[in-house]
């Protein structure tokens, strides 16, 4: 079955300085996809970054990067140069990419890290 | 495009009453999922349908039921609501290709 941990429940970061979240990850399959959400206080959840299984290269989009380790099953979500906008919840989710049938085809979270940036 | 929306924004139940929560989308998308989201617990899958016709269990489908007549429509419905279903719930959709779409969510207060 696929799970995924959070251990962090928060994190505290100055502003401007890199921070890492970790996610790590468990499943039989050789085909997923992994992503990173944000959930700001308003409530609504945000896309962030995504990362395949397959794909040679960690993904970048802008001021985030995955640290992706395939052998040690873990997707870490680092932040350079943080802001006071990153203060929110952080969310690691995981999904088969090639499923079974369809009732194994399911976007899993994690438990969530909350980041709080300081001036 | 309004994307993925929900209504209502918050709602007040007694233990015992039924209700509907809506979900609706406009991007045509064959994949949409019903999750609650709870302090410390993150989001956990409800129910999911990969279409028309098609649903299926989450990780905590007791006390909800689903039913997909339209790829449009997806609804939520708590028969008999408990306090333990106090919690935000967030509705969402998928491309072909695994990108998410979530709907505001709806804050849900079992009393």
């Known amino acids: 079955a696929q799970k995924i941990t959070q251990t962090q429940p928060g994190m505290f970061v100055q502003e401007k300085e890199a921070v890492t979240l970790d996610c790590t990850y468990d499943t039989s399959d050789p085909s997923y996809g992994l992503f990173w959400y944000k959930q700001p206080s308003s409530g609504e959840m945000i896309f962030l970054i995504y990362?395949?299984?397959?794909?040679?290269q960690n993904a970048t989009e802008g001021r985030y990067s995955l640290n992706f380790q395939k052998a040690r099953k873990s997707a870490n979500l680092v932040i350079s140069a943080s802001q006071l906008g990153d203060s929110a919840m952080y969310f690691c989710a995981m999904r088969e990419l090639a499923p079974k049938s369809y009732n194994t085809d399911k976007l899993i979270f994690g438990t969530g890290t909350r980041l709080q940036v300081f001036p | 495009n309004a994307g993925v929306t929900q209504t209502p924004k918050f709602q007040v139940l007694k233990t015992g009453q039924s209700m509907t929560l809506q979900c609706a989308q406009d991007?045509?998308?064959?994949?949409m999922s019903w999750y609650r989201q709870d302090p410390g617990m993150g989001l956990r899958l409800i129910h999911y349908?990969?279409?028309?016709?098609?649903?299926d269990q989450g990780e905590v489908p007791n006390g909800y039921n689903v039913s997909r007549s339209t790829t449009e429509d997806f609804p939520l419905r708590l028969l008999s609501a408990a306090p333990s279903q106090t919690s935000v719930y967030f509705c969402?959709?998928?491309?072909?290709?695994?990108?998410?779409?979530f709907g505001p969510g709806t804050r849900l207060t079992v009393t």
């Open positions: 990362q395949g299984s397959y794909d040679q």
């Open positions: 349908s990969v279409g028309a016709g098609i649903t």
């Open positions: 991007m045509n998308h064959e994949y």
């Open positions: 969402a959709t998928r491309t072909g290709a695994g990108e998410q779409y």
